[in-house]
């Protein structure tokens, strides 16, 4: 079982940065690899980024490549999203989640309860 909580979230301007954590409690965190999906209003949730248990291997969408960078640091039991060059198009609620390497979020079994962030322009 694994827990996670988001934190990080805010309002930024159009250009500027933020950088959501996502602590998980639980001594099998670094068995999962951890992914972040977001959820804008009226929209289904949409993959952004994944990282292997190891952080060996990691995954963007096509829509954040070059600006989000994902990181975990398993002796602090916490997976990180840096974002960078934010656009009002990144708004959304951001949800980190457990579970098998992916960019479907059938494969995560473990949630957040999302932490919302607000780009504006």
């Known amino acids: 079982q694994v827990q996670l909580v988001e934190s990080g979230g805010g309002l930024v301007q159009d250009g500027g940065s933020l950088r959501l954590s996502c602590a998980a409690s639980?001594?099998?965190?670094?068995?999962?690899?951890m992914g972040w999906f977001r959820q804008a209003p009226g929209k289904e949730r949409e993959f952004v980024a994944a990282v292997t248990w190891s952080g060996g291997n990691t995954d963007y969408a096509s829509s954040v490549k070059g600006r989000f960078t994902i990181s975990r640091d398993n002796a602090k039991n916490t997976v990180y999203l840096q974002m960078n060059s934010l656009k009002p198009e990144d708004t959304a609620v951001y949800y980190c989640?457990?579970?098998?390497?992916?960019?479907?979020?059938?494969?995560?079994?473990?949630w957040g309860q999302g932490t919302q962030v607000t780009v504006s322009s």
């Open positions: 989640a457990a579970g098998r390497y992916s960019d479907y979020s059938a494969s995560y079994n473990y």
């Open positions: 639980g001594r099998t965190f670094r068995s999962y690899a």
